[in-house]
């Protein structure tokens, strides 16, 4: 078997400095938060995706749609199904108005389903903010003013809603500085493990 | 039956799985992640492990898989994330900007590389592994051991053949 040249192993040695493991071993994380967190990561979304489309049903049938000129027209009440039926048509005709109007009968704007927007809680525009602080510091250059931004965020929210964003601005920072150290993204604000990797 | 102490494995080979998971393409801070699923497997299939096989082996095998699970995101995340803060490559000296000059160059031919020349590789040269030792944890014959190690290393050759000089310091 061939012998790697010098210029290779120098490479290869290169490479290997940059992985350099953990001096501290973290703890295991239990197999029953593994699985535990493995089940919000599918619940969360699944939820919220049924809240959704939860509110925007909601928000549906309690719209309504007004033509000038025109009858209202209401969701037909589940057990009404004879006029349900009668209603086909108008509907039909009020497309067909709508479609064929001219510019200078007024049609009214569709009463549009509005999704319920919760306004953001104090906590979440904290977060807001300081991740913001360091998204501006990391486009303006300034890598050291967004490393102690998400140092800030990692202290004061260490599993906030915005703990996964400070994680993908920590790659970002570490993709470009891993030669000269790390930020590791969940010791980001903690320094023994940025001396472990030195 | 002796059975495996996950804890004690884990303190054991932390060291080892997290390099090789990021010899294998996982980005730092991904790392402990992807260690902590290799745990995981670890410990669901601890009643397989056999007492009398390497569990450095056995360990390999399982940290490839979980790698390979998850390689395509970790690697378009990190692509992504490249394309937006590529201008922080001007604020390191010369001597680190050659270091990872070599660094990515290795990196991008194990990537380029199939997985199983990557493999063998970094078990022979990145951590010291015999060849026997390899064919015996990827369950493969010495000889395609080292007949992969042979063009895996050829290749490096020709990349850092083009690459130039590396500073070691």
């Not at chain 2, 056995?58 to 490839?64: E, G, N, S």
């Amino acid at each position: 078997m061939d012998e790697l040249s010098d210029r290779a192993r120098a490479y290869l040695d290169a490479f290997a400095k940059q992985h350099r493991a953990p001096a501290v071993v973290p703890p295991l994380r239990p197999l029953t938060a593994v699985k535990a967190a493995s089940w919000l990561r599918w619940l969360l979304p699944t939820v919220g995706m049924a809240a959704v489309i939860a509110a925007g049903w909601s928000a549906g049938r309690a719209g309504t749609i007004e033509v000038a000129g025109a009858r209202r027209f209401e969701a037909a009440p589940h057990h009404a199904t004879v006029p349900a039926i009668e209603e086909r048509t108008p509907t039909l005709e009020l497309r067909s108005v709508a479609l064929h109007a001219r510019q200078d009968v007024a049609v009214a704007e569709p009463v549009r389903a509005r999704p319920r927007v919760r306004p953001a809680s104090s906590t979440l525009r904290e977060e807001l903010a300081m991740l913001d602080a360091a998204k501006t510091s990391l486009r303006a250059g300034d890598r050291d003013a967004a490393l102690r931004a998400l140092t800030r965020h990692a202290d004061r929210f260490p599993n906030g809603l915005l703990a996964p964003e400070r994680r993908r601005l920590a790659i970002r920072i570490d993709e470009q500085t891993e030669p000269t150290g790390c930020v590791h993204s969940s010791c980001v604000g903690s320094d023994d493990h940025q001396e472990s990797t030195r | 039956v002796p059975t495996l102490d996950v804890a004690e494995a884990y303190r054991e080979h932390y060291a080892f799985v997290w390099r090789l998971v990021r010899h294998l393409g996982v980005p730092g801070p991904a790392a402990d992640d992807a260690v902590q699923d290799v745990f995981v497997v670890v410990s669901r299939r601890a009643e397989e492990y056999r007492a009398d096989s390497s569990l450095r082996a056995w360990l390999t095998t399982i940290a490839r898989f979980v790698v390979r699970d998850h390689r395509k995101s970790w690697r378009r995340r990190l692509r992504r994330l490249q394309a937006i803060g590529r201008a922080w490559s001007d604020r390191v000296d010369d001597g680190a900007i050659e270091r990872a000059d070599a660094a990515r160059l290795v990196r991008e031919l194990l990537d380029s590389l199939p997985e199983d020349q990557r493999l063998v590789l970094v078990l022979s040269d990145l951590e010291g592994w015999t060849a026997p030792e390899i064919a015996q944890a990827l369950e493969l014959s010495v000889n395609t051991v080292y007949s992969r190690l042979r063009t895996a290393r050829q290749k490096l050759e020709a990349a850092a053949a083009k690459g130039g000089e590396v500073d070691d310091g």
